[in-house]
């Protein structure tokens, strides 16, 4: 990974976001229809998400995209 901080500070803004709408990562998951190892991996900074993922994850937390990367 080239910026390991960043994906560090999505990750947690992403966990936010998430437990403050109160989804658990599974539920995201079958929201935003990708796998629960990729809500995992993103929230554990383990992975650098594509700007699809993205999409579909802001969807699913009913959020602009703008919102989800602004962190």
Do not use: C, W
């Amino acid at each position: 990974m080239k910026n390991p901080a960043g994906i560090k500070s999505f990750a947690t803004h992403l966990r936010v976001l998430r437990e403050n709408a109160g989804l658990s990562q599974q539920e995201l998951a079958d929201i935003a229809e990708v796998s629960k190892i990729t809500i995992q991996r993103i929230e554990n900074a383990k992975y650098s998400v594509t700007l699809d993922t993205l999409i579909s994850i802001a969807d699913a937390l009913n959020t602009p995209l703008k919102k989800l990367v602004d962190f």
